[in-house]
């Protein structure tokens, strides 16, 4: 058998060419918006847990007693548009959020994690909440006792 020596195939082949390129451009916008969402995605997760680490590791303080110290090694740090832009921890005695950890976003909205069993005022050593504005730091959280009050004291570092 024999294969015939045919010119359809030369011209037919810049066509194909053509029609793979076309469609090669047209799966890179979906292919990056596909890529950005994964991104934004995984830094939520790895954020949430981050808070949650941070608010059981209050609740354990809190539940020990005075005296009792935790160190945390935080990490919010971002490859996609979606960015740490600071951490908000407690309020001032009395303050809707004295009890809660805020992770603020480069988008204007924020992730609330709120310390509730049992509830325990948060904040810095000068009795206010403690702003952070590094994606990545050391915590140090230290339970103390001060006019009969239990509060956990916040340190970034």
Request: charged residues 20%.
């Amino acid at each position: 058998m024999r294969i015939r020596s045919d010119l359809d195939g030369l011209e037919s082949l810049p066509l194909r060419l053509m029609i793979v390129a076309v469609v090669a451009t047209m799966s890179v916008v979906p292919a990056a918006t596909m890529l950005e969402t994964l991104q934004a995605k995984e830094f939520m997760n790895r954020a949430a847990l981050q808070l949650e680490k941070i608010v059981s590791a209050v609740q354990v303080l809190a539940i020990e007693g005075p005296g009792g110290v935790r160190t945390l090694s935080l990490e919010f740090g971002s490859q996609g548009e979606l960015r740490f832009r600071g951490l908000v921890m407690g309020d001032d005695q009395g303050g809707p959020n004295m009890s809660s950890v805020q992770l603020l976003l480069s988008n204007g909205a924020r992730m609330v994690r709120t310390s509730s069993e049992p509830p325990v005022w948060l904040r810095d050593a000068s009795g206010h909440g403690l702003t952070v504005s590094a994606p990545a730091c050391d915590l140090r959280l230290s339970a103390v006792l001060e006019d009969g009050l239990l509060s956990i004291v916040a340190e970034a570092s």
